[in-house]
């Protein structure tokens, strides 16, 4: 959408101290509408990206297609500031995961988050020329530390000893105002729920580096196969408004259906 032709005629006054510096032809996409996923990483900084370059590419990437969970390792610097020896001891946590690279110590962090339907409507813009490319961003990610190495070591068994032994069991006490048959049925759905989690098996991907050639080539189905037509120009600011509204509401009422 050229700004100069949308406002001509129109009673819209561009200000002499903030002119118009360039305009585009705006195209959108959806070649890779289905496969197209945001990996956020709230806790790493933007100048350390997980690439082949930074030494830090990832090591291994999974997902639980039905559950939508996502699982990465990435590499740990152990030659410097490193603890060996508790690096060593939570190696050994992780030996009955199945998941875990075979080293002696911990030399990776494995980084999670459920696949989340994203609602803010997120576009991947590439700009060509006096061209801007947008593709909808249909899914995001949160990637944070799981941590699994210290849950491993909290559920191994500790020895009881002195006055400790002496309790018997205990067992967990639930106030409700629900009825026993609510409050049962919540428990195995949750509980089933939980198992199913657990019980699906991870699916291995590979991770593709940004500079490589295959990378290269998918980067180019963000580009609009006809540059022939982009977006329609709007004669309104009311116009445009209500247009891009629509699309929003219509977005959200999608991901709604598909969520019931």
Not at 8 to 24: A, F, I, Q, R, W
Not at 134 to 159: A, C, D, I, M, W
Request: proline share 6%; glycine share 2%; charged share 25%.
């Amino acid at each position: 959408m050229k700004s100069n032709e949308s406002i001509k005629g129109h009673s819209l006054t561009l200000s002499e101290d903030d002119p118009v510096m360039k305009t585009y032809n705006i195209y959108t996409t959806s070649s890779l509408n289905d496969y197209l996923y945001l990996f956020q990483y709230p806790i790493r900084p933007s100048i350390q990206p997980y690439t082949e370059e930074s030494f830090s590419k990832p090591l291994e990437l999974r997902i639980k297609p039905k559950s939508g969970l996502v699982e990465v390792d990435v590499p740990i610097y152990t030659q410097q500031y490193y603890n060996k020896e508790r690096g060593i001891e939570f190696s050994k946590n992780l030996e009955n995961d199945p998941t875990k690279n075979k080293s002696p110590i911990l030399d990776f962090q494995t980084l999670n988050s459920k696949i989340s339907p994203c609602r803010n409507y997120y576009m991947v813009g590439i700009i060509r020329g006096d061209e801007l490319h947008l593709s909808p961003v249909n899914y995001t990610l949160q990637l944070r530390p799981s941590f699994k190495h210290l849950n491993s070591l909290s559920v191994k068994e500790v020895p009881v000893t002195g006055s400790l032994s002496n309790f018997k069991s205990t067992r967990a006490v639930q106030t409700s105002a629900k009825s026993p048959e609510y409050s049962q049925t919540l428990t195995l759905s949750t509980t089933h729920i939980l198992r199913s989690i657990e019980s699906e098996p991870w699916t291995k991907l590979t991770w593709i580096d940004s500079s490589s050639t295959m990378s290269k080539k998918i980067f180019e189905h963000l580009y609009s196969n006809d540059i022939n037509v982009f977006i329609q120009k709007y004669d309104s600011k009311e116009n445009y408004l209500k247009s891009i509204s629509i699309a929003k509401s219509n977005h959200v009422e999608n991901d709604t259906k598909k969520e019931s």
